[in-house]
């Protein structure tokens, strides 16, 4: 079955940076259209970066520019590259997957459990 699981998070500085790894089971990265998303204190989820399967990359206006998105095929594995982190971006990180193309919308069939990032 698909499974996605986040690590990386943790407390950093201000202007620090975090690498966010997301390994994924039960399917190929390189097929799937694969997306980070976030949900700060009191907001709701949202889509921060996705990577189509052809590398293609979308990022959020908060976000880019400081963050890289990018795939590891032979490992399974979905990055998170956050350079400049503002205490802004404190909150949950979710990997997440679908077999069709929904960019940052919230709708993806196949969600990690989340990883922390605090900024402080």
């Known amino acids: 079955h698909v499974q996605l699981v986040e690590s990386g998070g943790g407390l950093v500085q201000p202007g620090g940076s975090l690498r966010l790894s997301c390994a994924a089971s039960?399917?190929?990265?390189?097929?799937?259209?694969m997306a980070w998303f976030r949900q700060r204190p009191g907001q709701e989820r949202e889509g921060i970066a996705a990577?189509?399967?052809?590398?293609?990359?979308t990022y959020a206006y908060s976000v880019s520019g400081r963050f890289v998105v990018s795939k590891d095929n032979d490992n399974n594995t979905l990055y998170l590259q956050m350079n400049s982190l503002k205490p802004d971006d404190t909150g949950m990180y979710f990997c997440?997957?679908?077999?069709?193309?929904?960019?940052?919308?919230?709708?993806?069939?196949?969600w990690g459990q989340g990883t922390q990032v605090t900024v402080s």
């Open positions: 039960g399917f190929t990265v390189s097929r799937y259209y």
């Open positions: 997440a997957a679908d077999f069709v193309n929904k960019q940052l919308a919230r709708y993806y069939d196949y």
């Open positions: 990577i189509d399967s052809g590398g293609m990359t």
